[in-house]
């Protein structure tokens, strides 16, 4: 394609002006999203540039890369499990656990780190690449290239880093990979990574996944708040710290660390969407409405998630008809027939033959539905039983990923039972909160049985 020098936008302020934001931003999202940035090579340095109207078309289409097509291609996967594992990676974008690390040194930043070696850094740049690719064939090669480039320059921290990602997602992939296995392999890399450069955020936050799926919620906070005193402007960090408390119902604090995130960079698509989502669950719908609104139809950010807080939002509102319009646009295409009868029980007013809705989604979850999705449909639709059915299922495996849909202020009944206290308990969410304060539910229900145990604790 020809470019003319008018279209042209050259030095990091001139592009960053363009898309709107800082220039750090702007470098990070060249690292981290394939922002399409040139250089133009002279003698002693380079000179970075840009196409407006590639800035342009990059930045319509980055919210609509939701990963969900590339996992559909990979091999040994059910399509249900597909697409539990693409929405589960999606939603979790939101708290940027897909972001990539930023290559940065405390006090330095936007100073890369990088190896000296050509062949480790060529090794790592493949590697990653193919990770981000998703799939078994992919992951499974991609800790194959960053083993070599580690083993090449063992002081090359940001492949210790990719490493510690790769291993922390292939048995996502890979059925025959043991997660225990993958876990300590992941947590080896990210060790190594840290003590090389304590200001990298990626290995920190494979430490801190890792923590939260052990239900070691303590751990996990103290692995965010030494990251932050490393790297205390990291916006991708502390989105991955908000959805730490998010998991754990304490939407203030969630609210409050992204924030502070918006104020750093005011104009990126994940921090506006977690402080939308949030400000459903405090409760100020009509205000998260407004603000996904603007992200789907203004900014064109397309995301599932988006998506789905304003599916919630038409539905808690009682627009009916347009949240079932808005279904034929949902990206979850498989499950749409329980989108709809969760949408016509709503407008019903009452049970409907509650049999055949509670089965209906449990025989969907069975299929891949997404267990947060299928807990808040059947906790929603007034089948308590059912939904603590399918959180039972899932701590028995020790996790429950988006589990702030437990914790949702306009909750169904499920928690008013003791049994709903010993199932997040299993989580290791009670640990937590007897330590560090009850999640923001028990402010309005103080009588329930989580609240009422959380409170009676010496």
């Known amino acids: 394609m020809e470019q003319g020098h008018a279209s042209r936008l050259v030095g990091w302020k001139r592009i ?36 407006a109207t590639e800035l342009d078309a990059w930045f319509t289409s980055r919210s609509q890369q939701s990963g969900t097509a590339e996992l559909a291609q990979s091999p040994g996967r059910s399509p249900g499990a597909l697409v539990a594992a693409a929405l589960i990676l999606v939603l979790l974008v939101v708290a940027a656990v897909v972001l990539l ?9 936007g100073v890369a780190t990088m190896s000296a070696d050509p062949i480790a850094v060529d090794l790592y740049e493949r590697g990653r690449e193919l990770w981000r690719q998703r799939g078994e064939v992919p992951n499974g090669r991609a800790i194959k290239l960053l083993t070599e480039a580690v083993e090449r320059d063992d002081r ?28 300590d392999e992941a947590l080896l890399a990210a060790d190594r990574a840290v003590q090389l450069n304590p200001g990298l955020a990626e290995p920190r936050s494979v430490m801190a996944s890792i923590a939260q799926r052990q239900g070691d919620w303590l751990r996990s906070e103290r692995i965010y708040r030494d990251a932050l005193v490393a790297d205390p402007d990291n916006t991708s ?32 698509p994940p921090i506006l969407t977690e402080i939308a989502m949030n400000q459903n669950a405090l409760g100020d719908l009509e205000d998260s409405m407004r603000r996904l609104d ?27 008809d347009a949240a079932l319009a808005w279904i034929e646009r949902s990206p ?41 999705l299928a807990y808040h449909l059947l906790d929603q639709g007034g089948e308590p039983s059912a939904a603590l059915g399918v ?19 306009r909750g169904g009944s499920a928690r008013s039972s003791e049994r709903f206290v010993e199932l997040v308990d299993r989580l290791g969410y009670m640990e937590y909160w007897r330590a560090n304060g009850a999640p923001d539910i028990c402010r309005d229900e103080p009588a329930t049985p989580l609240c009422a145990a959380l409170s009676s604790d010496p």
């Not at 690390?101 to 930043?109: H, L, T, W």
């Not at 090359?156 to 876990?183: G, I, K, N, Q």
């Not at 959180?391 to 202020?409: C, H, I, K, R």
Request: proline share 6%.
């Open 332 to 372: 979850f295409s498989s499950f749409k027939p329980e989108l709809r009868r969760y949408v016509e029980r709503q407008r019903d007013a009452g049970p409907n033959n509650p049999d055949a809705f509670a089965g209906s989604i449990v025989a969907a979850y069975e299929a891949g539905l997404p267990a947060w």
């Open 156 to 183: 090359f921290a940001e492949a210790w880093a990719a490493l510690a990602s790769a291993w922390l997602t292939y048995p996502t992939y890979a059925d025959d990979m043991p997660l225990d296995r993958a876990v």
């Open 101 to 109: 690390p930023r290559s940065e040194s405390p006090g330095n930043a």
């Open 16 to 51: 960053a002006a363009h898309l709107g934001c800082s220039e750090r931003t702007a470098r990070r999202w060249e690292r981290e999203e394939d922002l399409p940035v040139h250089r133009q090579q002279h003698e002693k340095r380079s000179t970075v540039y840009a196409v």
């Open 294 to 320: 603007y992200l789907w139809f203004d900014l064109g950010v397309e995301t599932p998630v988006v998506w789905i807080g304003r599916w919630f939002g038409l539905t808690e509102l009682g627009d009916f």
């Open 237 to 268: 960090l502390m989105l991955w710290f908000a959805g730490h408390y998010r998991e754990l119902g304490m939407i203030q604090k969630t609210q409050q660390l992204t924030r502070s995130a918006l104020d750093l960079d005011p104009n990126s």
């Open 391 to 409: 959180l039972d299922q899932e701590s028995a495996n020790g996790t429950f990923d988006t589990s702030v849909v437990l914790f949702y202020p």
